[in-house]
């Protein structure tokens, strides 16, 4: 066992392969009390509101990860399971990666678009909250099918930059996929030593650790807005929840056919002593918006953000 189950060979030069077995699981559980039986949305369309109350298993995963073939070539295969969408089971995630060297891994297949600091780096493990904020659950990209790099080319410089076909394309067929892609980075400096992988300091730093950044997203063309019950999903929303594929979502009588979206954060971060403070601010531009009839306007903006902070009453064991 190293930090996962762990098959791997005695000699790695002469037998290059090793796998690595993973499983993470939240169990949730929700209560919901409504305060009006319906809303409408942008689109004039009358959505009822439920009361719930719920056990669910909002993200279960199966990682599987090693070297093979070479010591430089590794490979990812992370499928998820839950209880709270029609595709209970699926590929969330998969690649082949070649580590040229610190400042520079190159890879292939399906992962997250790098638009936001919260999406990019939340395993869901290593988060402050119990889930993402939903200022980031709002703006993020999703997962598409692409290329990426991503190193350490200074130290404590870092950058993942990725070519994908579109802002968000998980479970999407080639004939759903339009032929202008998405071009995503991210860079991020940590100039007085290691952060750590999360938010929180569960490191328990003696010395300030601090983190700021910068992601940029532009996806031409629609892309795909994807299954709106799909895992992990982010369809793009106005800012009353309307999509903005729904018929009369920008328009009475119009559905938007064609658009170009563009996303900008910056992000902020501080650790020390078990205290921690985070924020991050988003930008999003809608362009170039065209429907099946005339539409008031060709671009609209949306803007949002989170601040969240903890500090651990029990150093490294309780937030």
């Known amino acids: 066992y190293d930090g996962g189950f762990v098959i791997r060979p005695y000699d790695p030069e002469a037998t290059p ?5 993973n499983h993470q699981n939240t169990f949730r559980y929700s209560a919901f009390a409504r305060g009006a039986t319906s809303w409408t949305d942008s689109a004039g369309i009358v ?26 070539l590794s490979y990812l295969l992370n499928i998820d399971y839950n209880t709270v969408n029609r595709n209970p089971i699926g590929f969330r995630a998969f690649a082949l990666s070649y580590r040229f060297s610190r400042a520079l891994e190159v890879s ?11 999406w990019i780096l939340s395993s869901w493990v290593a988060q402050e909250g119990p889930d993402r904020s939903m200022a980031t659950t709002f703006f993020l990209p999703s997962l598409s099918q692409g290329m990426w790099a991503r190193g350490e080319p ?38 007085l030593g290691d952060f750590g992988p999360g938010y929180s300091d569960i490191e328990n730093h003696e010395q300030l650790a601090v983190r700021v950044g910068t992601s940029y997203t532009f996806a031409f063309g629609p892309g795909s807005q994807s299954d709106d019950n799909a895992v992990e999903n982010s369809s793009i929303r106005l800012s009353d929840g309307t999509l903005i594929g729904a018929p009369g979502a920008f328009a009475p009588g119009v559905t938007l056919q064609r658009y170009d979206v563009s996303l900008v954060a910056i992000d902020v971060a501080l650790k020390c002593r078990g205290w921690s403070l985070s924020t991050e601010i988003y930008w999003q531009d809608l362009s170039s918006l065209q429907g099946d009839g005339p539409l008031p306007f060709n671009s609209t903006r949306a ?11 029990l150093p490294q064991k309780c937030e």
């Open 154 to 191: 200074i130290d404590g410089l870092y950058y993942h930059a990725m070519v994908s076909n579109g802002f968000n394309t998980l479970n999407r067929t080639p004939n759903q996929i339009s032929n202008r892609l998405c071009i995503a980075d991210s860079i991020w400096w940590e100039p």
């Open 303 to 313: 803007g949002g953000g989170f601040l969240q902070g903890g500090v651990f009453i």
């Open 47 to 72: 959505e009822p509101i439920n009361n719930s109350n719920d056990f669910m298993i909002p993200r279960g995963r199966l990682i599987l990860s090693g070297n093979t073939l070479l010591p430089e």
């Open 108 to 118: 292939v297949g399906q992962n997250k678009v790098p638009g936001t600091r919260e």
């Open 17 to 21: 392969f090793s796998l690595k077995i």
